[in-house]
């Protein structure tokens, strides 16, 4: 007998009774994000590696040790670990924000080679969102509101909180960065290894490590909002009244830097308790340099992006109210000489004149009592049973699967029937 081959390791499939939930967060998000008036785009899952390795940041633990990276003939090409970079790459070749405002978001999956957990996959799933042009805060609190509303509509939103930050311009972190480092020099004894690493490449991360130890003495560290040129300190205060007024609740944390080196003034993550250690649901920021920094002209840029797989753990976790729709609503049964094309006929005119209905006709033979079984296995609450008298006189039974009733109807009223039926 062969050897079972499973799926790889962090990548996985998601079942038919574990699909309808994903696609009813899914929906969700499609509907309030169109509600704001953004538009969908879809990039390829494969881009020329350097174009992450410009946009994030060949220092990152993203470039340097979490892609899906091969070679092509001679070129070198990387499964995308996240969607910024390409969404920036497809809008600067299509001219899509040359003198331009766009609102975009997309939808899919996305790549990183590093330990599976909790809400952390190899393939993971995320929702995003990109705007470009825009340079005033109110976009800032645009994000940030329909987050919110968001996970109103999920009914999460008692379950999720808002950290918000700004680490102003290129120059300022570069000033912040010399005196945390300094400050960090006295404490060295307690980084880890990768924590000394970062400390020559990328310090600002030391702001989110995980070592409590660390985290207590770092509470005395240089405070990033005292070294913001006065640029982004304007930007963040009115973000934050803006905030205010709008009856948004959020904390300043000024050791939120977010992973990736592209981001400037506001940074932003949703977080919760509800899943253990993996609290961020939701992270963003503005990236005003990216798009130069990509070859195109010089334009605004900030968006956010959040993991479906998280979100679905937490709505899970959370919301005990979810309303899911049936996988199938009317089961045609059928058997008998003669009664398996007016079964495909009335199947068909449902699906064409009632396309809100799930239709299924039952296919695999049997007696109406194995028939009725399959029925009541796919959840349906009405069976349309055609037999051979049925079908000579072009009648139905309509048997209720939930409460048990039923009656005889012509073919030609069933229709009128199951608009009205409860």
């Known amino acids: ?31 309030v994000l169109q509600s704001y ?23 990152t633990d993203v470039v340097s040790k979490e892609m899906y990276t091969f070679w092509d003939n001679d070129e070198q090409l990387t499964l995308r670990p996240e969607g910024t970079a390409g969404c920036v790459r497809a809008a600067i070749e299509h001219g899509w924000i040359y003198n331009n405002e766009q609102r975009l978001w997309y939808m899919g999956p996305m790549f990183r080679h590093e330990r599976p957990q909790k809400g952390r996959y190899r393939q993971f799933h995320q929702a995003g969102v990109e705007v470009f042009g825009i340079a005033n805060p109110e976009i800032d609190a645009e994000l940030i509101l329909l987050t919110a509303r968001l996970w109103k509509e999920l009914g999460i939103d008692q379950h999720v909180s808002l950290q918000l930050n700004s680490i102003g311009s290129l120059e300022a972190r570069k000033n912040y960065r010399s005196a945390l480092v300094e400050f960090l020099q006295q404490h060295i004894d307690l980084l880890s290894d990768e924590e000394k690493e970062r400390l020559e490449k990328n310090p600002l991360r030391i702001l989110d490590s995980k070592n409590q130890a660390l985290q207590e003495v770092l509470n005395g560290a240089p405070k990033l909002l005292d070294y913001l040129d006065e640029e982004s300190r304007t930007h963040f205060a009115q973000l934050c009244t803006l905030l205010d007024e709008m009856g948004i609740v959020y904390e300043v ?11 400037n003034k506001t940074v932003f993550e949703w977080v919760t308790s509800a ?16 798009v130069e920094q990509l070859g195109g002209h010089a334009t605004t840029g900030v968006g956010f992006a959040m993991g479906l797989e998280r979100l679905v753990l937490l709505v899970q976790e959370v919301n005990q109210n979810i309303d899911l729709p049936r996988a199938v609503d009317i089961y045609v049964v059928h058997t008998g000489e003669g009664t398996t094309l007016p079964a495909f006929q009335l199947a068909e ?22 028939q009725f079984k399959r029925a009541d296995k796919v959840g349906a609450k009405f069976a349309l049973v055609i037999g ?7 009648q139905v039974v309509v048997k209720d699967l939930l409460g048990g009733e039923q009656q005889v109807l012509a073919q030609a009223d069933v229709v009128d029937f199951l608009k009205t039926a409860p």
């Open 1 to 31: 007998m062969a050897k079972t081959i499973q799926a790889i390791r962090g990548m996985n499939d998601c079942s038919p009774t574990e699909s309808p939930l994903w696609q009813w967060v899914e929906s969700k998000v499609r509907n």
């Open 37 to 59: 008036g953004y538009s969908e785009v879809r990039m390829p899952i494969v881009e020329s590696t350097p174009l992450f390795a410009r946009a994030i940041g060949e220092v």
């Open 253 to 263: 944390n000024p050791k939120l830097v977010r992973g990736l080196d592209y981001y």
């Open 275 to 290: 899943l253990g250690a993996q609290g961020t649901v939701c992270g963003g920021g503005r990236y005003d340099g990216l």
């Open 349 to 370: 005119k449902l699906r064409t004149d009632l396309p809100h209905l799930r239709t299924m006709t039952h296919c695999s033979g049997g007696n109406f009592k194995k």
């Open 388 to 394: 051979e008298s049925e079908a000579q006189n072009q």
